[in-house]
């Protein structure tokens, strides 16, 4: 787990799991994973979890808006994009 963005508006984990067992490629030997991004918005205390091709455009979009040094308006903008598909309640344990 990595905290990839917090803001007073969202919070973005990153999570990398290995998967049993291990993958050639070529000459290599390469550890499968496989993961996801969690965004939270805090103000509508929704989640949403993002894998696979979703994470992916995700992850190419922050990217993308990263190489325009963004601030963090515009991160919450990006974000916001997202946090539209949020329908899980965050809950407190």
Not at 4 to 31: K, L, M, R, T
Not at 58 to 74: H, M
Request: aromatic content about 10%; proline content about 3%.
């Amino acid at each position: 787990m990595h905290m990839v963005y917090n803001s007073d508006n969202f919070a973005v984990v990153q999570f990398v799991v290995a998967i049993d067992g291990e993958e050639p490629v070529g000459d290599d030997v390469v550890q499968r994973t496989r993961g996801g991004f969690e965004i939270v918005d805090k103000f509508a205390r929704k989640e949403l979890f993002l894998e696979g091709e979703m994470a992916e455009h995700f992850k190419l979009g922050v990217e993308a808006l990263i190489q325009s040094e963004p601030g963090t308006d515009e991160i919450d903008a990006f974000l916001a994009g997202y946090t539209t598909l949020a329908h899980q309640p965050v809950v407190l344990h």
